[in-house]
């Protein structure tokens, strides 16, 4: 198990990563007129292992991950992500909330990405949404799913996302 937390959780919440979701949300309230796009572009990772104060905690994995995000959204995230599984049966899960900070199409604020992701026996689901209400200055209102893709090991993203009309 003690394997499984220094290295095997990092790669398998990337290969979660490469797969797409089907979830999405709508926070948006219905008067105002609301406008949906796509952002798309690549972002590095690094994610550091956290350790856990209680041996009960042992076949669990704890990250901080900081994103640097380039293209149509421009900015940093950081986040934490919990795992569990067993890489060895090719199944696990993850969760994780990460904030997002930067310019989005000419438009800057922040905003919350909440994760939740498995893989049974290889086969992957990811959802990744905008934790509703949680968007800031002129990405207040801001809702959508964000998808993340990994190629050949470089990570791409497609953000679709609805906001207010600009004023």
Known sequence: ????????AIVVAFALASSGFTQSSSNAPAKESRVTSHARGTFEIQMTPQPFDDKADEGLGRFIGVKQIHGDLEGTSRGHMLTAGDPNKG?????????VTGTL?????SF??????NMAHGEMHMNITVVPDSGTDQLTGISGTFTIVITNGKHSYDFE??????P
């Open 1 to 8: 198990m003690r394997q499984f937390r220094k290295g095997a």
């Open 161 to 166: 996302y609805t906001l207010p009309k600009a």
């Open 105 to 109: 199409n000419g438009r800057t604020g």
């Open 91 to 99: 199944s696990a899960g993850y969760v994780a909330m990460e904030k």
């Open 112 to 117: 919350i990405l909440q994760h939740s992701g």
